[in-house]
């Protein structure tokens, strides 16, 4: 059984209390029996922490130790942020070897706590492309840059904001952990909290990757943190030692919390709702987009960035349906540890089911799924997973009328939006691209057409999103170059654009040298 302690200031600390991980296999096999396992250990019922159904424990770290956290940060910050640039970069270098190294060990952590196989990876290769030498060297350019003007070198560099607190969401945190501790780089120090119903894979993260990786380069201890506890936000708020927070979830809550951290005086960095649209236009290649649009349907729709609601050109909606309809089809739930396996269990059902029911009352076709399913695939009114849904709702203007095409969903839903038919394109094109800027969210949107003209009019349009992918066989997939978070809307705040985390949590300075000084 793998045993975490919290880390602070480069040393473990243990703790009485912990939290404990129990397989995803397990929890789906036989739930009560995982839950009440689960339940006799943390309340301190010992003598079977042999149970093969144990994937591990961490420490509950306590108020005290919190507080150790965040000074620890403050004390290794003022030395880290001084190193230089060159060295930090090396840090990035460091991370990306760390991760490939553990690998597989990383991604049976991730399995094992409920995330798919052939997620896992793709999150791996995400944070790949986020510590790329293409990525990190585009961030150097960013951080600092130098010209001679009138006998003086004019630099302008961006200094570290110093300590920056990471709250993983829940659907991803492993991989999430990772990005927010790419904040390191510009010279910040971290905390992270691994949250206590996936805490694992997290600790793994910061203890086996990126503590080895600042060990490397000879950072300070206490430049990286990582406790485990319940939720920290007003900890982080009322500490003197706070900067920046790093904060995943809903757009409701976010908002307010942006809130309290500008009256608080920390920065708020916000990744939340994500309500991406894709448009597939009149000659769009439909093998490549429907291949992209059926992601909206990996770990069940449970992911900020895929897609949530497809413009479907007049001419081509029926075919593009049919082919999503045979798409979603393959899409299976199954074990985490299963080769193959795309759904992952919803908690949400009830909320599916009152979108879906609203939809179809309010004149949408249901072009398939719609149901419950067990583990296996078969319908059921008590399964855990659900069946991807396609939906057909006819007609722009009157689409965001309803919650499916409002608002981010968070479970497999895909609705279709057909636009009237018997206008010109050019007209049609104008209604779609205000349809895609007044989406109230803002991470990605995806286009699909093989006319140039057309091609060059929505990316000259559209402002709306951190992100715009074209003709792309994928709509999630990160790339080197590439921002791979951040948003505009109810995705980013009013703070919001596509992130580097090593820019965002970050500050401009400009500093001018007069010759012979």
Known sequence: MRNFPSWVAGKDVESARHVYGISARAALEDTFGALS????????????????????????????????????AAAAQSEWGRTPLRTRLRLGEAIRRRL?????????????????????????????????????????????????????RIVLRRRPD?????????????????????????????????????????????????????????????????????????????????????YFGGSEKGLIFQNDCIAAGKKPILELAGNDCAVVWRDADLDVAVRALTEAFNASG?????????????????????????????????????????????????????????????????????????????????????????????????????????????????????PESGRSDDALLEDVLDFVNTNAYGLRNSFWSEDETVVERFVGAVTNGGVI?????SHSGFFPYLPSHGGTGLTGGVFGEASYMMIRTTHLQAVSLREGS
């Open 302 to 418: 449970q992911i900020c960035n895929v897609p949530n609601q497809v413009v479907a050109h007049p001419a081509i909606a029926d075919e593009l349906i049919d082919r999503l309809r045979i798409a979603a089809g393959r899409v299976r739930p199954g074990y985490p540890d299963d080769d193959g396996v795309e759904l992952t269990p919803v908690l949400a059902r009830e909320s599916f089911f009152a979108v879906l029911h609203e939809a179809l009352a309010g004149g949408a076709q249901l072009v398939c799924g719609g149901r419950q399913l067990e583990v296996d695939g078969s319908p059921s009114d008590t399964g855990y997973f659900l069946e991807p849904t396609v939906l057909r709702i006819d007609g722009l203007a009157r689409s965001r009328e309803l919650a499916a095409v409002r608002a981010e969903t968070f479970f497999p839903l895909l609705p279709v939006v057909v």
């Open 100 to 152: 490939v190294a553990t690998r597989d060990e990383f991604v049976e952590l991730m399995v094992a706590e409920g995330r798919p196989r052939t997620a896992s990876h793709a999150e791996i290769d995400g944070l790949l492309h986020i510590f790329s030498e293409q990525t990190l060297s585009w961030c150097a350019e960013l951080l600092h840059r130098e010209f001679s003007y009138g006998g003086r």
């Open 469 to 473: 992918k074209v003709n792309d066989e």
């Open 162 to 246: 110093g300590v920056v607190c990471v709250a993983p969401p829940q659907n991803a945190p492993h991989s999430n952990a990772i990005y927010g501790a790419a904040a390191l780089l510009s010279g910040n120090a971290a905390v992270i909290r691994a949250p206590r119903s996936l805490p694992l894979g997290v600790m793994y993260a910061i203890r086996e990757i990126i503590a080895p990786a600042l060990d490397d380069v000879g950072a300070p201890p206490g430049t990286v943190n990582v406790v485990c506890g319940p939720p920290m936000l007003d900890d982080w708020l009322a500490s003197p030692h706070v900067n920046d927070i790093i």
């Open 37 to 72: 396992l689960k339940r006799r250990l943390e309340s301190g019922q010992l003598g079977e922490e042999d149970d093969p159904r144990i994937v591990g424990r961490c420490a509950l770290a306590d108020p005290e130790t919190v507080q150790q956290a965040l000074t620890a």
